[in-house]
Structures are given as structure tokens and as C-alpha cells.
């Protein structure tokens, strides 16, 4: 089984730029396709982007695309969102979360079953 355990988060001034990480435990963690979502105060959890199990493939919601950027490490067990251009509406507690295993590209935004425990973001207008 894949726990997960996000860090990284933290205060930052819209505008700026901060990176999360998810580190992954198990040997199958290469195998599984990978997401972020995140959770503001009164909203539901959205999701921000996802990668597939080889890094090749890549997804963004609408709100993110061109300022985040996913990635992974398979040899570190982590992958990463990238924040650039923070606005105060990205502020929330970001998920780190497991997909479908194999290499199916792309999966639905239902697919994503496990979550970690979450990092918040904080940004200051």
C-alpha cells in the first residue's frame, strides 16, 4: 500500500512561487499515475493537475495552466507541483493523491483514490 506525505507549503505574497512535495512509500509508486488537489475553507477539493505513471503525460485544470507545473521523481518516490504567479484564490490545503496504477493516459479526475495528509498554502494580496 502507498502512503503519501505532502510538504512544502507555506506563506508566500501573490505573485511569488512555491514548490510541494509528496513523498511516496512502497516500490510500486513508479507504476501509479499522480495528482494534486486542493481544498479552500467552505469549497469543495478541486482538482489541479495531474502526471502519469512515466512523467510523459501531464493535465491542469483551467485555473492553473501556464503558472503550475507537476513532475516527478520515480527514482525519489516524490512528485512535485511547481507554483508560479500565486494569487490569493490558490490559497488552500493541497493533496497529494494517488491514481489509477499503470501506465492508462489520460484518467479521469475520479480516478484518484488515496490522499495524503495535506500542506496548506497561504498567499497575502
Known amino acids: 500500500q502507498v502512503q503519501l506525505v505532502e510538504s512544502g507549503g507555506g506563506l508566500v505574497q501573490a505573485g511569488g512561487s512555491l514548490r510541494v512535495s509528496c513523498a511516496a512509500s512502497?516500490?510500486?509508486?513508479?507504476?501509479?499515475?499522480m495528482g494534486w488537489f486542493r481544498q479552500a475553507p467552505g469549497k469543495e477539493r478541486e482538482f489541479v493537475a495531474a502526471?502519469?505513471?512515466?512523467?510523459?503525460?501531464?493535465d491542469y485544470a483551467d485555473s492553473v495552466r501556464g503558472r503550475f507545473t507537476i513532475s516527478r521523481d520515480n527514482t525519489k518516490n516524490t512528485v512535485y507541483l511547481q507554483m508560479n504567479s500565486l494569487k490569493p484564490d490558490d490559497a488552500a490545503v493541497y493533496y497529494c493523491?494517488?491514481?489509477?496504477?499503470?501506465?492508462?493516459?489520460?484518467?479521469?479526475?475520479?480516478?484518484?483514490?488515496?490522499w495524503g495528509q495535506g500542506t496548506q498554502v497561504t498567499v497575502s494580496s
Open positions: 493523491a494517488l491514481g489509477p496504477y499503470g501506465t492508462t493516459w489520460p484518467i479521469p479526475k475520479t480516478a484518484f483514490r488515496s
Open positions: 512502497g516500490r510500486t509508486f513508479s507504476f501509479y499515475n
Open positions: 502526471i502519469s505513471s512515466s512523467g510523459a503525460g501531464t
